[in-house]
């Protein structure tokens, strides 16, 4: 798995190629240090993680956004992979201007450090509502 970084341009650019006047649905697939780098007084990665977290609800929610829902990994029942993940959370943007605008904001780069250092990895999947069946 690929240690948590920032996107890449060319991610960047595949995002805004979506829809650019509806919510975008951003699907974070989190897996967790055991032990938080830094200096966290021996918290594990999840624990230094929620510290951002708590710090990015707020700010995401300030600008329209919204944390819909957060979940442990239990078990996988169908597929394969080589990641492991920890935590899966849904987080709500007003669009994906926003999005990129949040995410690249001196605030979040403030508040960035516990997220570096409790993550071991992280997928970011960007998604857009559709009707099934």
Known sequence: MKIAQYPEPSQIEALMKGPADTPVVMLNLLSFKNRADGGNDGKSGQEAYDLYARKMREFVESKGGRFIWAGRVDSMVIGESD????????????????????ASSAHVQEIGKDRADGLAGQWLIATTETELG
Do not use: Q, S, T
């Not at 920890?86 to 926003?98: F, H, Q, S, T």
């Open 83 to 102: 990641a492991d993940f920890d935590v899966i959370g849904l987080v709500e943007y007003p669009n994906r201007k926003a999005f990129v605008e949040i």
